[in-house]
Structures are given as structure tokens and as C-alpha cells.
């Protein structure tokens, strides 16, 4: 079983940065993609960024690449997602998931794990 919590969540305005991490507990870590997905009130639930066991590949939706950052740390059993140029649209619910797979995909339903998430608020 593994367990994601997520922090680095707030308020921020238009044009600035937050850094979300994730903490995942299990032994395994090492051997999981991760990702991140996004919900905004009223919508649907969308990827946003994923990346593979040893970090080797990653993905990012359209509306982020060049703005979103994703990373991890399995020392630290730790992903990151740095968000920068941030824009009132990237409000939403930050869930952080992981797969029993290591390479990383960007279909929710892959994934096995899921954090409780996280708030971004960007105002503009």
C-alpha cells in the first residue's frame, strides 16, 4: 500500500510560483511512475504532468509545458511539481497518484494511488 500526501498548495497571483511536493510512503517508491492531475470547480478531473520510475521521461499537458516542472527525489521518496508563470485558468485541486508501473502515462484510470490534494488559487 502506499500512501501520498501532498503540500505546497495556496494563494498566489497571476504570474507567480508555487513548488507542490508529495510525500509517498512505501519501500517500493523507487519502482512507481508518478503524476499529477488537476480538478477546477465544475470541471472535469485533467492531467497536468507525469513522470517515470527513475525520472528518465516525462509528460505535461499542453497548457502547462513550458511553465510546469515535474520531478522527484526517490532518496527522499518525493515528487515535485514546480509551477511557474501561473495563471488564474491553473486554478484547481492538485492530486498527486502513483502506478505499480514505472513508466508514466497520462490516462487517470492508470493510476493505482491517490493523494487527498491539494488547493491552488491564482488570482489574477
Known amino acids: 500500500q502506499v500512501q501520498l500526501v501532498e503540500s505546497g498548495g495556496g494563494l498566489v497571483q497571476a504570474g507567480g510560483s508555487l513548488r507542490l511536493s508529495c510525500a509517498a510512503s512505501?519501500?517500493?517508491?523507487?519502482?512507481?511512475?508518478m503524476g499529477w492531475f488537476r480538478q477546477a470547480p465544475g470541471k472535469e478531473r485533467e492531467f497536468v504532468s507525469a513522470?517515470?520510475?527513475?525520472?528518465?521521461?516525462?509528460y505535461y499537458a499542453d497548457s502547462v509545458k513550458g511553465r510546469f516542472t515535474i520531478s522527484r527525489d526517490n532518496a527522499k521518496n518525493t515528487q515535485y511539481l514546480q509551477m511557474n508563470r501561473l495563471k488564474p485558468e491553473d486554478t484547481a485541486v492538485y492530486y498527486c497518484?502513483?502506478?505499480?508501473?514505472?513508466?508514466?502515462?497520462?490516462?487517470?484510470?492508470?493510476?493505482?494511488?491517490w493523494g487527498q490534494g491539494t488547493q491552488v488559487t491564482v488570482s489574477s
Open positions: 513522470i517515470s520510475w527513475n525520472g528518465g521521461s516525462t
Open positions: 497518484v502513483a502506478r505499480h508501473w514505472p513508466e508514466a502515462d497520462n490516462g487517470a484510470g492508470r493510476y493505482d494511488y
Open positions: 512505501g519501500r517500493t517508491f523507487g519502482s512507481y511512475a
